[in-house]
């Protein structure tokens, strides 16, 4: 910060983040012109309840990889140590869980700032010609980045560990066999000290499931350090359809650690985390699956692929050299991932590829596409149609379809508990040769049936999906 005088204060510390319990070194240099009538009177830190300051020697080294040159009119130095109990920083408005679509907060905390003010700021006053004046600057750690300078970043406390799972969500159908998936557990530290413990699950169900792993202690040696502990977990015979929990942690001594470190960082903003619980949700569904080989062209990114993996589905991810020249009869259904006609030109200059493999006998799953639809339509489409109301009635058009029936019958309550909209870019008018499967639409508005077509094309068949698969799928929602 500088001042009309030309003041300026800087308060490095030698670290971005802390985790409680642990100490950080703070410097605090200010700097004015020589010729000023400026006069220190006093720095200090301060802090929150329960966190400690202490003066400090100068250190040995004080580049801190900038100029040797910079040199402060004065200088402080000071230890501040994180009390044991120390929240971790995250946005205030993060720090608990959500009212359905709001956010809750402390009554303490300013709602008119975006975040929390700086855990530790300096204090500063000088005497201008004979006035006192106090000035505060926040705590930052900054560093040299060799293509963008000087980067600054606040202080975070941050937990000693952060735990995590591969899988937000697993697929298991019901079956009269016991079924095994595997679960892997990241553990990541976070202090600058060596932690040891053990890894483990906590499975909430009525039944016993069986939890195996080869080796679940783990030692990380220094800050930084990670490792993965893959369990096995095996779900019995014949349990009941529902939803399941899986959570994860990492015991230390008496301590457990249960939470997953979130980190947004972008080059034009200050670093964020929040913290969310290290936890698995399991979907045990009445669920058929028939023995396809599919192909899946990955649009503007999406879920869908992995979660149809997740089923059982034999899934292979199609590339550009695919679309050209491979052999695409060998695929029973070929899925187009959402936007795909922006992001793959070469799903766009192969579409009469995908139009002869559905003359074929192919199954062509198109999902919402925006602009370019036009360029790989079999027939004429007009407008297009959203229904944002994730409750909106569908009406089921062709009972007897097979769609409806085979390998699952699909029923009105598969249309329950949907997030975030039933469809989006909905065909408005369409060419006869479709057939509209189902109806949905907002309250006030006109019935659409371009939700879900299917067109019949040689010997297979060319599908448009505007329906919110790609929410629904990753959510775990059980009709989708």
Known sequence: MRTQRGI??????????????????????VFFPKSAAITIKDVS?????????????????????????????????????????ARPTQPYWLESARDGDLFRWAANEDQNQPFSPADVTAKVTVDIDGTDISFERPIQFRYADSTRGEIRR?????????????????V??????????????????????????????????????????????????KKGEQISVAFEITIPAKTKPGSYNIFANASVGEGLAMQTMNTIAYPHIQTHRFYTRAETKV?????????????????????????????GVDVTMLEEKDLASGDLSKFDTIIVGIRATETRPDFVANNQRLLDYVKNGGHLIVQYQRAGLQQILPFPVNGNIRVVDENA????????????????????????GWVQERNAYSFGTFDQKYTPLLESHDAGEQENKGGLVIAKIGKGNWIYCGYSMFRQLPAGVPGA
Do not use: C
Request: aromatic share 6%; no cysteine.
């Open 45 to 85: 830190l301060r802090k929150p309840v329960g966190w400690a300051v202490t003066n400090a020697e100068a250190p040995k080294e004080t580049t801190q990889g900038f100029s040797r040159r910079e040199a402060a009119n004065q200088s402080a130095y000071f230890n501040v140590k994180v009390p044991a109990d």
């Open 283 to 311: 979907e045990v569904l009445d669920l058929k699956v028939a023995p396809v080989k599919v192909g899946y062209i990955m649009g503007s990114g999406d879920e869908v692929a992995d979660s149809v993996k997740k089923m």
């Open 172 to 221: 298991v159908p019901q079956s009269n066999k016991p079924q095994t998936r595997t679960l892997t557990v990241g553990i990541t530290n976070n202090s600058a000290k060596a932690i040891a413990g053990v890894a483990g699950l906590n499975i909430n169900t009525p039944d016993e499931w069986k939890v195996t792993a080869a080796n679940r202690t783990f030692d990380l040696k």
């Open 8 to 29: 300026q204060i800087d308060v490095p510390a030698d670290r971005e983040t802390v985790v409680p319990g642990e100490s950080i070194f703070s410097t605090v240099n």
């Open 154 to 170: 606040d202080l975070n406390v941050v937990p000693a560990l952060s735990v995590s799972v591969d899988h937000k969500l697993l």
């Open 393 to 416: 009635k569908v009406t089921i058009l062709q009972p007897a379809d097979p769609a409806f029936n085979f390998p699952n019958k699909i029923t009105d309550a598969d249309f329950a």
